[in-house]
């Protein structure tokens, strides 16, 4: 699976682009664009891989990617079953942080707004949208001209202050990953990701990146200031989170899922990265839910 550059420049005399993106199911492409993507989720669930990061989506989530932030989403498999009672439905928005001219956002009225394109670097997921937010967004594609820049900068503003978010793709991620400088990093980022559910071998990884295994080693700790074997086992271990924050499988059934070969293994290694078993990490989550105050 082949990192790919997207296309999406804007042919319809605006300074963004806006549009209703409907399919049986999100695509798996693994794709960037210089463009920052704001994605609203209206119908589907799945995972979305955001550079490093893997993330449950679904139905009234909000999105905002950075320019050349590697991603791509993923629908769950029953929606790849032909199933006409699914489907995938997003409003999705492109634009560059100078699209209202290069100085726009850094006068000092908007650099609340400045601030949200910086932290997009990562990728931001936003929790407990309100449901008149998503309605703003579907309106704002009736609109056009001032009315329709109006709406969407009333859009940023509120994002941007909204607290309850989270960032996605690892600061080591965003300080290493040079697209532009080091095409091995894309083949091998895109092939963990299409395959950290499976065996892989350091071996596989060194041959894609046309390097002997101790070079390649020595290579991998130096730009992700971690082993191979660990970032590959961070991987699983995220996937495996989302899993049981669904809570329709088994820890066991997670487990394989996840890559692991076996329960202990799996146990062992959720406590060294998340500091608790998953019994223990799905107990918290529930009373965090529970207990979270949006206000």
Sequence with gaps: MKLQLADRSNFNNSSFTTKVNEYPYFLKIWHYHPELELVVILKSEGTCFVGDCSEKFQAGEIVLLGENLPH???S?????????????????MHFKTDYLGSQFFVTPEMQHIYGLFERARNGIKFFNIDKELIKEVTNMLKLK?????????TILNKLSRHRSFKLLASQGFINTYELSENKNLDNIH???????YKTITLKEVARIAHMNTSAFSRFFKRVKG????????????GYACKLLLEGESSISTVCYESGF???????RQFRLIMNCSPSTFL??????????DTR
């Design 72 to 74: 791509m989403w993923l």
């Design 76 to 92: 769950d498999e029953d929606y790849f079953q032909f199933n006409p009672n699914l489907s995938a439905k997003a409003c999705v």
């Design 145 to 153: 001209g001032f009315d329709k820049t109006l709406a969407f900068l």
């Design 190 to 196: 895109a092939y963990i990701f299409k395959n950290f």
């Design 226 to 237: 971690t082993t191979f074997t660990r970032y590959v086992t961070e991987i699983r271990i």
């Design 261 to 267: 070969n076996n329960i202990s293994n799996f146990n």
């Design 283 to 292: 107990r918290e989550h529930k009373n965090y839910d529970r207990n979270f």
